[in-house]
C-alpha cells in the first residue's frame, strides 16, 4: 500500500491512498496525518481515487484522524470515493462528521 502526501501553498494537505485501505496501512496513514506541521495545514482531503477495497479498521483510521485534528481546527474532506465506499460511508454516518465530495 503505496499513502502519498503532498501540501498545496493554501494549507491543504493531500493524502492520495491506493488500491486497498484496510489494516495494513495503520501505521503508514497515522504517519502521513502525524507528520503534519500544525500551523501549516487548515484543511486535509482524503483522496480515495485508487481505492477499490476498505474494511472496517480504515473506518476507525478515519475517526483517530478526525480526533487528532479537531484540537487544531483543520477540516477532512473525503473525494473521489466509489459508489461502494460512498455507501459505506453513509451507512456509517460519515457524512455527519466528514465533508464527503
Excluded: P
Excluded at 472496517?56 to 473525503?78: V, Y
Amino acid at each position: 500500500m503505496a499513502i502519498s502526501t503532498t501540501k498545496s501553498a493554501s494549507q491543504e494537505v493531500t493524502i492520495l491512498l491506493g488500491d486497498t485501505f484496510d489494516f495494513s496501512c495503520v501505521d503508514e496513514f497515522r504517519r502521513a496525518y502525524e507528520q503534519v506541521d500544525h500551523a501549516d495545514c487548515k484543511r486535509f482531503v482524503i483522496d480515495f481515487r485508487n481505492t477499490q477495497y476498505m474494511d472496517s479498521s480504515a473506518l476507525g483510521m478515519l475517526i483517530n484522524m478526525e480526533k487528532f485534528w479537531r484540537e487544531h481546527e483543520a477540516s477532512i474532506c473525503i473525494i473521489n470515493a466509489n459508489q461502494q465506499l460512498k455507501k459505506i460511508f453513509s451507512i456509517s454516518r460519515f457524512d455527519k462528521k466528514f465533508n464527503i465530495e
